[in-house]
């Protein structure tokens, strides 16, 4: 009987190394960060990564700083509810900064021994570390540029951060990430910012929370720290015997039919693979988090996308074509992408009390 595929050692929940060389040269990063590029203990944005911003930015992010005469003027994409809260709170908009990175996303080796009596393949579960460092480093890059115009404006931080991501047709292997916010400085603050909203490291610091959001945040008595991100891609394989013996579908070349599939039971190889992934995008999440100093994260937002390289019809159908051989010898990859990302947050101090909720009356109806 063909044997199953053994589990594999855990791998680590460090995120993946960027060890690659941006090429860039560095004029907004902060230089006391000396952090080895190869440790993931602190967050790649955090770190001195290299920011050069292109001409065009450095024009306009001048034109926006005013002097020489002109008044500052600043652009955002807050709503005016937003604008009046982050007023209230003590801080003004000074102005929309943007990162981007296009990422060519390389090839993925896989692991295979071979299998029983030494017949075949055996595919070892793995998370497959090429795609998740892409993911992870090109975030991070685009998050990097945006501290970078932030901090050319001398803002405190970056609220309302969205992080998107672009395909393109004609590059299969290309991706662009995209992070856009509206930067903020506390009103009185000298140029190069005030320190205590700033995290350890020096940089401005990011959120994803709505200006409502970071108003009731500050409010209750706690600043944002950073968006902090967890990130994995992992890969469990499933052979053409283990499919057929849970999914009960028939296979030609025995004429046997029904078995363990024709019960409700659990894919226990599919459930590890699904919680393997999430521990590992949580951990790093909350090692960057600790990392910062912060106290907790929240607004978390989780994606996970799982998805089969074949689905049953088609696996089925493989596996009864008249030379398909041994089904021992035929696999199918079960894939599970995930990202997590959040807000690091932490205390403005130890004696705050958060004011008790008012009630509000709405006179429309």
């Known amino acids: 009987m063909p044997r199953k595929p053994a589990k594999p050692t855990p791998p680590s929940d460090r995120q993946p190394a960027n060890t690659a060389n941006t090429g860039n040269t560095a004029n907004t990063a902060n230089t006391a960060n000396t952090a080895n590029s190869g440790s993931q203990d602190i967050p ?3 770190r001195s990564i290299p920011a050069e911003m292109p001409q065009g930015a450095q024009e306009r992010l001048a034109e926006m700083r005013g002097g020489d005469g002109r008044r500052p003027f600043f652009t955002s994409d807050l709503s005016v509810s937003e604008l009046a809260l982050i007023h209230e709170a003590g801080f003004e908009p000074v102005g929309m900064v943007i990162g981007s990175s296009v990422y060519h996303v390389g090839w993925q080796p896989t692991n295979a021994a071979y299998g029983g009596f030494g017949i075949g393949y055996v595919y070892q579960d793995q998370e497959l570390d090429t795609l998740t460092a892409a993911k992870y480093q090109a975030r991070e890059l685009a998050m990097s540029r945006m501290e970078a115009e932030a901090d050319a404006l001398g803002a405190d931080g970056v609220v309302g951060v969205r992080l998107t991501v672009g395909a393109f047709d004609w590059g299969a292997d290309l991706a662009e990430f995209i992070a856009v916010g509206t930067a903020v400085r506390a009103r009185g603050a000298s140029a190069g910012a005030d320190a205590s909203f700033r ?20 409010k209750a008595g706690y600043r944002p720290l950073g968006m902090e991100m967890g990130v994995s891609v992992y890969a469990a394989y499933q052979n053409g015997y283990e499919f057929q013996m849970i999914s009960g579908w028939s296979f030609g070349w025995t004429g046997m039919s029904g078995g363990l599939g ?6 226990g190889h599919f459930t590890d693979a699904m919680y393997a992934t999430r521990n590992l995008a949580m951990s790093r999440l909350q090692r960057e988090a600790e990392e910062l100093g912060a106290e907790g994260v929240v607004g978390m937002r989780v994606e996970v996308s799982p998805k089969l390289s074949k689905d049953d019809p088609e696996f089925w159908n493989e596996l009864n074509e008249r030379d398909a051989g041994m089904p021992a ?3 199918r990859t079960f894939l599970v992408d995930m990202f997590a990302i959040g807000t690091a947050v932490t205390p403005l101090s130890a004696d705050h009390k958060i004011a008790p909720p008012q009630m509000v009356v709405f006179l429309d109806s």
Do not use: C
């Open 262 to 267: 024709s019960y409700n039971q659990e894919v």
């Open 44 to 46: 790649l944005d955090q």
């Open 199 to 218: 995290t350890k490291f020096g940089k401005p610091f990011t959120s994803d929370l709505s200006g409502q959001e970071f108003a009731t945040l500050l």
């Open 329 to 331: 010898n035929h696999w």
